[in-house]
């Protein structure tokens, strides 16, 4: 058996071998992917995906508490890294820190992640100084959706330099990896050589030193709506519809149960 991933296990694979990242939010999609992928990311897109709200600003430190813990008993292999949800961290370093061992100490996780760049390079460190490797999150934020007035590309033209000053800042501050959403290609390609720890890329380029998704999104089981960097790798949704139909139609027949899934008065001798 292989031990359970570390941090500093996916930095050393740049330049090595692609990381592969997805979310999970529940013990047995954990399990699913364990032996598939490097790292298993509980995002605060649980709340999107799983609960239904209008964007990740109102998940709170017990959902991720409580969905972090689920998804850690489902992993004996692949690197567990939690979300910090909006308003758990940007206050202060002292702010980020008390959440941020609350939420390792509570679920298991190896590492947080928290969305910002320059601005967050000093709680970063902060963090890295005091036990908590940190994955950093650049370029699209979706935190910060109501400043940014939408979920749109980041990083076009002149403001590329941006998000290559923020790449560096979080590297330099002691990032494990950076998260890069929605940026160009190009750019992408360009921060991944510029800096030193991995890139892990969602609507970046396949450039970049690893790739995650959200995991409904590509089984095809979130279909609010679909991004242009998700694919669909199965349609895990439509196989739902229609086996709940099924039963239902079943129900109506009173086809189900069938025999074999009733119980005699006497057990069989
Ligand atoms: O919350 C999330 O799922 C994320 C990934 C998409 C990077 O932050
Ligand atoms: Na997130």
Do not use: W
């Amino acid at each position: 058996t292989t031990r359970q991933k570390m941090p500093s296990d996916i930095a050393a694979m740049k330049g090595q071998a692609p990381i592969v990242c997805l979310t999970a939010y529940t013990t047995p999609m954990a399990r699913m992917m364990d032996a598939e992928v490097d790292v298993v990311l509980v995002g605060d897109s649980v709340g999107m995906v799983l609960h239904g709200l209008p964007s990740t600003l109102g998940v709170t430190m017990e959902m991720m508490i409580l969905h972090g813990q689920a998804v850690a008993r489902g992993l004996a292999q692949a690197c567990l890294v939690i979300d910090m949800p909006f308003g758990s961290y940007e206050e202060s370093p002292a702010q980020a820190f008390r959440n941020a061992a609350r939420l390792m100490a509570e679920t298991g996780a190896g590492a947080v992640k928290l969305e910002g760049g320059q601005h967050m390079a000093e709680t970063i460190a902060f963090l890295v100084a005091r036990g908590i490797p940190v994955m950093a999150h650049i370029g699209l934020t979706p935190q910060s959706v109501n400043v940014f007035g939408g979920y749109k590309v980041q990083g076009r033209g002149d403001d590329g330099a941006r998000l290559v000053r923020d790449a560096q800042a979080v590297a330099k501050a002691g990032a494990f990896a950076v998260v890069l959403e929605k940026v160009p290609a190009s750019l992408a390609d360009r921060i991944t050589a510029e800096i030193a720890i991995p890139t892990v890329g969602i609507g970046a380029s396949a450039g970049c030193d690893g790739q995650v998704l959200v995991v409904d999104d590509m089984l095809g089981l979130f279909t609010a709506f679909k991004p242009k960097f998700v694919k669909r790798f199965g349609n895990l949704g439509e196989a739902g519809a229609a086996a709940i139909a099924a039963y239902a139609a079943e129900v109506r027949a009173r086809s189900f149960p069938a025999p074999e899934h009733v119980f005699a008065d006497e057990v069989k001798k």
